[in-house]
């Protein structure tokens, strides 16, 4: 027997609703793989901006402080500056420079010490000195500070505003370590995103949530402004002509070789000369003529400038603390004087004839002039002097009565002219300072860390 079969009308409805039924839960399932996607992905974009931010966080404050380093360098390179490490104009002023702000370098040895400020006026806690610039918006704001904590307002608006502070070291860390040599000191400046709301605190080392900070260091050394102290008072690489007029030629300084005059070529002895040498060297053995050194062929005026100061005269010239003070033809004393007092442990490159029109000395015993004169020495002005150092590459030194303590280097042939008298006094605590405590501060090559 045949069974009953369900009429085709009432099989459709069944099949449709089937049918709807299986589409529903792949859009379903569909949906639900959509969000999952979604949900990762949106997650991975949340993950990837907030290791962003941080990435731009911390390369913001290590560019910061590698700006500090720079800052420092070129500020340990620079003169006198005020409260805000802005240069000074004016030469009467009392403000110091950077590099007598916040080193201290011994005359004798070279040696460098980081100084310190008495943090709360006892006697009891010492802190480092700590120069600091923040970013405005549009430029940098900086403190000097010469005894105590740096002040910075914070700037106003949104930001972004990093900010540096600096910090010197005369000793490695690790005591095991050897110390430093002479003329070296390690510079450490710490980047930061913003300025700590703590008066006085600059990228202090307790971070606030959200901030960045980071610390690079580097040694610096003084390449002296000197190579050597010159032998004698009065240096000549050519031929010394006295003339008519006087020179007073003195090393008297006990421990020296005593020489007062040294020349490549003959000398003029006699009534012109009034020499005084070290005790027990007779005055005329002072006199040293014909030097083989300096009467070498092969010493040329540029030879004879790279051995005096250890550098070529363009290297020289460009060097990060050469002063360069041009005139046409004549370069006035006071110009110099001034110039000299502005900028403490520096060259200066003079681009012409110096005149010493002043009564005022150019340079004293404890801040010490090196003039580079790129012409000829003449003294308008009866009694002027100089406390430091002559190089002349022009070949007279005229005009009336002047005295340079230190000594003075001719790099060719001399003539003394004018009435005189020219004195020379050989200062060897004069040259030791100009030595060990002038020139330029650089990085030692292999120094620089970041870690």
Avoid at 5 to 19: E, F, K
């Amino acid at each position: 027997m045949t069974p009953a079969r369900r009429p085709a009308t009432l099989r459709a409805p069944l099949r449709a609703g089937q049918r709807g039924a299986a589409a529903l839960v792949v859009v379903l399932l569909l949906l639900l793989v959509v969000a999952l996607v979604a949900g990762y992905t949106g997650r991975n974009l949340i993950f990837e901006q907030r290791t962003s931010a941080n990435q731009y966080r911390s390369t913001q404050a290590l560019e910061a402080a590698e700006a500090g380093i720079e800052w420092a360098l070129t500020m340990l390179n620079a003169g006198r500056v005020d409260a805000q490490c802005q240069p000074h104009v004016d030469a009467s002023t009392t403000d110091t420079a950077f590099r007598q702000r916040y080193l201290q370098i011994a005359a004798d040895t070279g040696l460098v010490t980081a100084l310190k400020y008495d943090k709360d006026a006892d006697g009891t806690a010492e802190e480092p000195l700590r120069p600091a610039c923040v970013f405005d918006g549009s430029d940098w704001r900086c403190s000097c500070p010469a005894a105590a904590a740096p002040a910075l307002a914070e700037p106003a608006g949104a930001g972004p505003f990093p900010a540096f502070r600096v910090r010197f070291h005369d000793a490695p860390d690790n005591p095991a370590e050897p110390p430093y040599p002479a003329g070296v000191v390690r510079v450490e400046a710490t980047g930061c995103t913003r300025l700590d709301t703590t008066p006085g605190q600059v990228c202090a080392d307790a971070t606030s949530p959200g901030d960045a900070q980071a610390r690079v260091t580097v040694l610096a050394a003084l390449k002296g402004a000197l190579a050597a102290p010159p032998a004698a008072a009065l240096s000549v690489r050519g031929e010394l002509d006295v003339g008519a007029s006087l020179l007073r030629a003195i090393n008297s300084v006990h421990g020296t070789t005593g020489i007062t005059v040294l020349t490549g070529d003959a000398a003029l002895q006699g009534t012109p000369l009034l020499l005084a040498s070290a005790p027990g060297t007779p005055t005329e053995a002072s006199v040293v003529e014909n030097d083989p050194r300096l009467s070498d062929p092969s010493l040329t005026p540029d030879r004879m400038f790279t051995g005096v100061f250890g550098a070529g005269r363009d290297t020289y010239r460009q060097q990060p603390a050469a002063v360069e003070l041009t005139c046409s033809p004549t370069c006035s004393g006071a110009a110099v004087r001034d110039l000299v007092r502005l900028d403490p442990g520096r060259v200066v490159w003079i681009g012409g004839n110096l005149d010493l029109d002043t009564p005022e000395p150019i340079g004293t015993a404890a801040e010490p002039a090196l003039l580079v004169v790129n012409g000829d020495l003449t003294a308008s002005q009866a009694g002027a002097v100089v406390n430091g150092v002559v190089y002349l590459t022009g070949a007279q030194w005229g005009g009336v009565a002047a005295t340079v303590r230190g000594a003075v280097v001719a790099e060719s042939a001399l003539t003394l002219a004018g009435t005189g008298p020219h004195t020379v006094e050989y200062d060897a605590a004069t040259l030791s300072r100009l030595h060990k405590t002038h020139g330029s501060f650089v990085r030692v090559p292999g120094s620089w860390r970041d870690f």
